[in-house]
């Protein structure tokens, strides 16, 4: 062990947090969690614990340690799911138990909400929290979390009587109506801004809330309030999940270096990436995705069906920009610190386009495949000067500072980058300069490389699990879809009568008419004569 290592585990604080473990190169080769990180770490190196043969692999490459401190083990839960997903460290492949990650959702829009935990999330209009490694910590937190928010499981067959659990104060009774289905999803969604990290602004809320209804003497909703909030303030810091109030992004490496390389005044909290997925011009789609403080916010991913025709990623990437500024979705998703494109210069060229035309200042890069070049577009407005010497190597990432941007000044350090070739060299790589663009090539080891690639895999991935949707959807649409007049409750009624597409075309008319009215009928049987003199 060196003495450098040495004093790093000197150093340890007795926190709850994630831990790094790199080798001689610097490359991170094993990620964990632990409740206290003095404790967990110093076990690595004592001689006398006991430890199977992967284990000592791992221990005789460790060089470095490093860490980031948070609120609570759950904290340390989420974050080491996550940054294990960023960096796909080699022991964590070799050590892990669990073959998949877990989920907690949230069906909020379905009659019988319900809140379980699965292991593969669906495009299924459903909230979905995680992922996280360990199920078994997330089902003890939602164990605790459920005497405060009370909540349903009965996915499947709902009981016809109120089950024990709702005697137990643990589930809101819906069976019997012993909460309205209003008052149920009101308390799902305080439970979906916990699991969000929006801990102080609920207790807050709640807290307005009970001294409302005392002085309203509604104090039946006020003890209902007050019980809520001992429940919550009970947890402590034992349950929180967070990737907001709590996580310090001051030690994020990925974070940290893209302000540094891109020159930006604070570090960008808010990143969102973009891609477009389609099947020879078919099925086009288009995916947001969007990183608070370099973790996926999951409740804030937008997919978007193209409207252009064809096969051209440019105009469609053109396209999904134009819709993302657009003034109604500007007020109602706010705007983020830094956008990433899926592509090179021409995705890139496309996406700021559609920037400038919106008239907002807003930085965006690309990241284009196989090298995993970074993309930056100088801004001619501005001097490029000589890249010896450490000089500017370009300003870009934005049309101004005009008035009009509809940025806050929050967002005005943003939208210029101060790129160097010092910043660059310092990170090991080195930059290719264009006419209008910038290529900055690092090593794909590097921190910012491996949290750019994590959004631009989070990107494709919501794309093509959306793209898939709409191609499944295409592929089983009956004649039905078609027919004016007949929409999805109709569509269902007639095949859940005659059973299939073949059933209603062999159906007789006067049963089809007593279903639907002669109206309908009438407009079904006109489209479907065709078929049936074939069937």
């Known amino acids: 062990m060196t003495d450098s290592l040495l004093e790093k585990l000197a150093e340890l604080p007795k926190d709850p947090g994630v831990y790094f473990h790199k080798n001689k190169r610097g490359e991170i080769i094993y990620i964990g969690k632990a409740a206290v990180l003095r404790n967990r770490v110093r076990q690595y190196f004592q001689k006398s614990c006991g430890r199977d043969v992967k284990t000592e692999a791992l221990v005789a490459e460790i060089a470095d340690v490093d860490w980031m401190v948070v609120e609570s083990e759950i904290d340390a839960l989420f974050l080491e799911a996550e940054m294990v997903r960023r960096y796909l460290p080699p022991y964590n492949i070799l050590l892990r138990d669990d073959k998949s990650m877990s989920y907690v959702r949230i069906n909020y829009k379905s009659d019988h909400p319900t809140v ?218 706010g705007l983020p610190n830094l956008i990433l494109i899926d592509g090179g210069k021409g995705q890139l060229s496309a996406a700021l386009k559609a920037r400038d035309g919106a008239g907002v200042a807003i930085p965006m890069i690309g990241l284009a495949k196989r090298e995993e070049q970074i993309i930056v577009s100088k801004d001619m407005k501005y001097e490029i000067r000589n890249m010896k010497n450490g000089g500017d190597l370009g300003l870009g990432g934005g049309t101004g500072l005009e008035a009009g941007t509809g940025l806050g000044e929050d967002h005005i350090p943003y939208s210029i980058f101060h790129i160097t070739e010092a910043a660059v060299r310092k990170l090991g790589g080195f930059v290719e300069e264009s006419e209008d663009f910038l290529t900055i090539n690092l090593p794909h080891s590097s921190h910012i490389v491996k949290l750019l690639q994590r959004i631009r895999d989070e990107s494709h991935r919501f794309a093509v699990s959306y793209h898939s949707v709409l191609k499944g959807k295409r592929q089983t649409a009956s004649l039905l879809d078609e027919i004016p007049t007949i929409g999805p409750a109709t569509r269902k009624k007639l095949l859940r009568t005659f059973g299939s597409m073949q059933g209603i075309l062999q159906a007789r008319q006067q049963d089809v008419e007593k279903l639907l009215g002669p109206k309908k009928s009438t407009i079904l049987w006109q489209y479907l004569r065709a078929y049936r003199k074939t069937s």
Not at 250 to 267: E, F, P, T
């Open 116 to 333: 379980t935990m699965t292991r593969r999330p669906l495009d299924d209009d459903a909230e979905y929290f995680g992922p996280y490694f360990n199920a078994l910590s997330v089902k003890r937190a939602l164990k605790y979390l459920r005497r405060a928010f009370p909540y349903s499981t009965h996915a499947g067959v709902v009981p016809k009587r109120a089950c024990l659990l709702h005697h137990l104060g643990l589930c809101p009774g819906l069976e019997e109506n012993k909460t309205s289905l209003k008052d149920y999803r009101e308390n799902l969604k305080k439970l979906m801004q916990y699991l969000k990290g929006e801990r102080v602004q609920l207790i807050n809320t709640i807290e307005r809330g009970m001294k409302q209804a005392a002085k309203n003497q509604d104090f039946e909703a006020a003890a209902s309030l007050r019980n809520q909030l001992f429940s919550l303030r009970n947890l402590a810091k034992q349950i929180i999940f967070s990737d907001k109030e709590f996580l310090d992004i001051s030690k994020d490496q990925g974070l940290n270096g893209l302000a540094d390389l891109l020159g930006l005044a604070k570090v960008p909290r808010r990143i969102e990436g973009y891609d477009i997925s389609h099947m020879s011009g078919t099925d086009t789609v288009a995916s947001m995705v969007v990183f608070n403080n370099g973790v996926p916010d999951k409740a804030h991913y937008r997919k978007f069906k193209m409207r252009v025709p064809g096969n051209d990623d440019f105009a469609h990437m053109e396209e999904v920009i134009t819709r993302r500024l657009s003034e109604k979705n500007r007020a109602a998703w």
